[in-house]
């Protein structure tokens, strides 16, 4: 069972650089979601995607984009990374609104550093 | 916005001891989620809860809605219980969660 499944696990990026996080779940679930994990900070979701064609802001969308591409992916784009975007990146998926209450399945996570 | 905290930051303990995280938040909630994140990055949901207790293993978690506080226990910790403990809460009518900013734990053999 993969569960949620991201890559690249490591990334090294200088300013102005883009690239593409990709997440996939092989759960089912309907709604995934992207995070981002800074010391001293508790996980701050950027985007989200309630169902498949769906996708909404977070709290902190700003130099950042997603695309839903199936049910399966959700991927997370850095279009020009700055310094400010070095951090932990993590994806998670969930049944969603028609099973309320239902925890959330996370990814191992994205070590970005923006140099 | 639900403002989540946990208490302590940082807590050592020596193996055995009986481990004790709060967690308190603002606003009435839907569920209470506990979420172990261990030193390799990976984070697993340990329990989700909405009202008493929940048991597993050596964990227990309880929730208090009316004083809008979770306690998560460990009996008899272990060194390879050595993890961030993170609380989190979602919100009626929104499956998002709000986070706390979690609780490193580490057992001393």
């Known amino acids: 069972n993969a569960g949620v499944t991201q890559t690249p696990k490591f990334q090294v990026l200088k300013t102005g650089q883009s690239m593409t996080l990709q997440c996939a779940q092989d759960m089912n679930h309907n709604s995934m979601y992207w995070y981002r994990q800074d010391p001293g900070m508790g996980l701050r979701l950027i985007y989200y995607s309630a169902s498949e064609g769906t996708t909404d802001k977070g709290e902190v969308p700003n130099g950042y984009n997603v695309s839903r591409l199936n049910k399966r992916e959700f991927s997370l784009r850095l279009e020009s990374a700055a310094p400010s975007q070095t951090s932990v990146y993590f994806c998670?998926?969930?049944?969603?609104?028609?099973?309320?209450?239902?925890?959330?399945?996370f990814g191992d996570g994205t070590r970005l550093s923006i140099l | 916005k639900n403002e989540v905290e946990q208490s302590p930051q940082n807590l050592t303990a020596q193996e055995e001891e009986f481990i004790t995280i709060n967690c308190s938040y603002s606003v009435g909630i839907s569920a209470l989620h506990w979420l172990q994140q261990h030193p390799g990055g990976g984070i697993v949901s340990l329990f989700m809860l909405s009202s008493g207790k929940k048991k597993h293993g050596r964990l227990i978690a309880t929730i208090n809605i009316q004083e809008k506080h979770s306690s998560l226990h460990i009996t008899a910790s272990h060194p390879r219980d050595s993890a961030v403990y993170i609380c989190?809460?979602?919100?009626?009518?929104?499956?998002?969660?709000?986070f706390g900013t979690g609780t490193r734990l580490t057992i001393i053999p």
């Open positions: 989190a809460v979602s919100n009626f009518g929104n499956e998002k969660l709000t």
């Open positions: 998670a998926s969930g049944k969603g609104r028609t099973a309320s209450n239902q925890p959330q399945h």
